[in-house]
């Protein structure tokens, strides 16, 4: 399952802006395995009367963060007539790479798959000075310097739990991956982990209820609110145990999982989002919830 980069903000979980597939193409030119860096193909934008950050981003197929992301002068939502824009191809962040750093390290920094930095960016053998990488969302404090080791913690994370009674396969990962069917790059908000139908679903951390309901692009979604800004999302589930305003403790039971028709396995499509600025912004579940990390 591939959703949408990042969802509302305030106490709604910001579910109705969220769309079931949002694909970016990375396709090849005609002319080359690789397509041209990223970074070679920003384009400028003069902002015209009327327009605001918001528009000229949909006018791209971008997230207003990222235009922010690669203008610092719009990082407080505005922007002004007359004002140039720079437009990157991709949802992204520029980053800044230490020299003799390789895509691996690069790749790891960032959690993205070493083969995908290396196409978008032009297929180069040596890591440039400045990179895209794709599907990271800016907010305020994010890193544009690439580090070979991922910072630890100050520390622990309220999410010390696991959504399901016992480790499950992971079916669809975090983060930028080929379409199985089309030749695109597309991007998942969280992880799809198989589980058979009516297996129990529970609170990953202690938390409030923050929403319980059907929702057009997860079904049947329970939402909790956590410490440290942080939310996480169940979706695919057939019965939900708990309802709004209720305080649940980890490993609290949510519901169940759905079954799913007999083309395919059942699973449960499990998030974890932070609260910032531009609303609930996505993040990789196997760096905030210790029980999934890989292994």
């Known amino acids: 399952m591939v959703v949408s980069l990042s969802g509302g903000g305030g106490a709604n979980p910001g579910l109705a802006v ?27 934008h003069r902002v015209a009367a009327g327009e605001t950050l918001d528009t000229i981003a949909q006018q791209y197929g971008l ?39 390789t895509w691996v390290q690069v790749a790891q920094a960032y959690d993205r798959q ?44 309220p999410l010390q739990g696991y959504p399901l009674p016992e480790r499950a396969e992971v079916v669809v990962n975090f983060g930028w991956q080929p379409a199985p069917d089309r030749n695109e790059v597309v991007f998942n908000t969280g992880v799809a982990l198989a589980a058979t139908a009516t297996t129990p679903v529970l609170a990953v951390g202690a938390g409030t209820v923050a929403f319980v309901g059907t929702d057009p692009v997860y079904g049947n979604l329970v939402v909790v609110n956590h410490a440290d800004g942080l939310q996480t999302r169940y979706a695919n589930l057939t019965e939900m145990a708990v309802t709004v305003g209720q305080t649940v403790s980890q490993g609290a039971r949510l519901g169940r999982v759905a079954a799913r028709d007999e083309r395919v396995e059942s699973y449960l499509f499990f998030e974890v989002r932070l609260n910032s600025d531009l609303g609930w912004v996505a993040q990789n579940p196997h760096d905030l919830v210790p029980a999934m990390a890989l292994r």
């Open 63 to 101: 997230l207003s963060a990222t235009l922010m992301g690669f203008n610092p002068a719009v990082q407080g939502g505005r922007v002004s007539v007359g004002q140039e824009l720079v437009i990157p191809p991709y949802n992204g962040i520029r980053v800044r790479v230490a020299p003799g750093q």
């Open 18 to 44: 969220d769309a079931v597939w949002i694909a970016q193409t990375a396709a090849p030119s005609e002319d080359s395995l690789c397509s041209a860096p990223a970074l070679s193909r920003l384009v400028r």
């Open 114 to 157: 070493a083969d995908l930095l290396f196409e978008i960016n032009g297929c180069v053998s040596a890591v440039p000075a400045e990179i895209f990488v794709p599907g990271i969302n800016w907010f305020p404090g994010v890193s544009t310097a690439a580090s070979a080791h991922n910072p630890t913690p100050t520390r622990p994370s």
